[in-house]
């Protein structure tokens, strides 16, 4: 149970109207990609960082293969395979979802809502072919990712979104910034010993943390708690950017492990700041400091005390984070 909103690993940040797939979509095939400079149907305007405008005719044919072509191409470093990257971006038609499309309830004047997303990897928010289609392409680019329904998501296109297998999707991908993380990476230095009322940490190296509440402690604090248990000395995380951090989580009730960053892989990305996550990720990170391993104690209405299907909706939930790195 990751602290994404919806407790997906698939991050609900966004006002995606209807699922284009039926689950992370991806492909182990070198083939499926086609040469970047394939020329692409539809027609793209507007400048990097503003909602774009796609125009295709409506009996266009794109390719059978993935096409992606800079619109306008940045001065960044190339995007490899493996990096975190965070971008906007926007498709030809709603069930793509944007990241431009305002969040009901959100503050117009919060930072922007991004999608963080690991190139390489099944796919998140982006399917997987469109996000590794930005390998080899430069940070501040604006790059255009299109072809075939099929060509893109496959035998994962969900038959309730109405779109053909060969029907034409396009993505306007603005990418903002790229980071190659070590997804072994933990906080370094001398731990502190837990204040009076917080729980105990033992994080044994390259392990999920083990956390433990306090015995006398009968009711779990009514706010939120953090303590910040190794300091960094990196710059200070900001709303709007992508966390990277290793995690261990636990109910404040019986001590009980729901989830690790350790037990899938190791280091995880989130947007932070901008409702993506719990609020108590939200509240308790922004601030602190790259390098910072951080002990915070949630209470259930800034964790998932909304949504009372989550099965830690009544919980209390521990956290330990090390803050690895913002992208």
Same mark, same amino acid.
């Given at each position: 149970m990751i602290p994404t909103k919806t407790a !997906? !690993? +698939? @991050? @609900?940040v966004l006002a995606v109207p209807a699922l284009l797939i039926t689950a992370a979509? *991806?492909? =182990?095939?070198k083939d499926d990609a086609a040469p970047k400079n394939s020329d692409p149907v539809a027609k793209v305007s507007g400048k990097f960082g503003a909602e774009p405008k796609i125009e295709i005719a409506k009996d266009a044919k794109v390719s059978d293969k993935v096409v992606a072509s =800079? +619109? /306008?191409t940045g001065d960044g470093a190339e995007v490899k395979k493996g990096d975190i990257v965070r971008l906007d971006f926007a498709g030809n038609i709603e069930a793509l979802g944007s990241t431009w499309a305002q969040r009901q309830g959100a503050d117009p004047k919060a930072p922007r809502a991004q999608v963080v997303q690991e190139v390489g990897t099944q796919g998140q928010m982006l399917p997987t072919k469109v996000a590794d289609a930005l390998t080899g392409h430069k940070v *501040? /680019? !604006? #790059?255009? #990712?299109e072809g075939t329904a099929e060509a893109i998501v496959g035998e994962q296109l969900n038959p309730q979104s109405g779109i053909k297998p060969t029907d034409? %999707? +396009?993505w306007v991908v603005d990418i903002v910034n790229a980071k190659k993380v070590d997804k072994k990476g933990e906080a370094k230095g001398d731990q502190a010993a837990s204040e009076a009322g917080m729980p105990e940490v033992k994080a044994a190296s390259q392990? @999920? @943390?083990t956390i433990t509440t306090p015995r006398r402690a009968r009711t779990a604090p009514k706010d939120l708690?953090?303590? #910040? %248990? &190794?300091k960094g000395d990196g710059a200070a995380v900001k709303a709007g950017e992508g966390l990277v951090v290793q995690y261990t989580g636990v109910k404040w009730e019986d001590g009980e492990k729901f989830d690790s960053s350790w037990d899938h892989g190791g280091a995880s990305a989130f947007p932070i700041g901008v409702g *993506?996550? &719990?609020q108590g990720w939200d509240k308790g990170l922004v601030g602190k400091h790259v390098g910072d391993r951080v002990l915070l104690t949630i209470p259930p209405n800034q964790a998932y005390g909304a949504d009372p299907s989550n099965q830690l909706a009544k919980n209390n939930l521990v956290f330990v984070v090390d803050i690895l790195g913002t992208v």
């Open positions: !997906r !690993r +698939v @991050a @609900a979509c *991806g492909s =182990d095939s =800079d +619109v /306008s *501040g /680019s !604006r #790059v255009q #990712v034409p %999707l +396009v392990k @999920a @943390a708690k953090e303590q #910040v %248990l &190794i *993506g996550v &719990i």
